[in-house]
């Protein structure tokens, strides 16, 4: 069982950036791949960034690609997502997801632990 806790949204201004963290429990989230996902107000989920177990691959929607980089501390059991040049688009409640298993997975359905999200707001 692993518990997620997102953290670091805000306020920022188009083109600042913000850095999120995903705390999670465990011993064992080292073997645990792990995603980023954002919803937007009257928008699905989509998909924003990848690890893998190790943090050694990763993969970033076109949307995130150049402007986004997504990291992992195994030590500190913590996930991140650095976001430069953010623009009003981005605006969204983010979330961390995490599933068991190694590789790099795009798809909400493939996760198992959810964060509670964080809102992330980028104004004009």
């Known amino acids: 069982q692993v518990q997620l806790v997102e953290s670091g949204g805000g306020l920022v201004q188009a083109g600042g950036s913000l850095r999120l963290s995903c705390a999670a429990s465990?011993?064992?989230?080292?073997?645990?791949?792990c995603g980023w996902f954002r919803q937007a107000p009257g928008k699905e989920r989509e998909f924003v960034a990848a690890i893998s177990w190790s943090g050694g691959s990763t993969y970033y929607a076109d949307s995130a690609k150049g402007r986004f980089t997504i990291s992992r501390d195994n030590a500190k059991n913590t996930v991140y997502l650095q976001m430069n040049s953010l623009k009003t688009e981005d605006t969204a409640v983010y979330y961390c997801a995490a599933t068991r298993g190694n590789g790099i997975f795009t798809s909400g359905h493939v996760y198992d632990y959810w964060g509670q999200g964080t809102q992330v707001t980028v104004s004009p």
């Open positions: 465990g011993p064992t989230f080292r073997t645990y791949a």
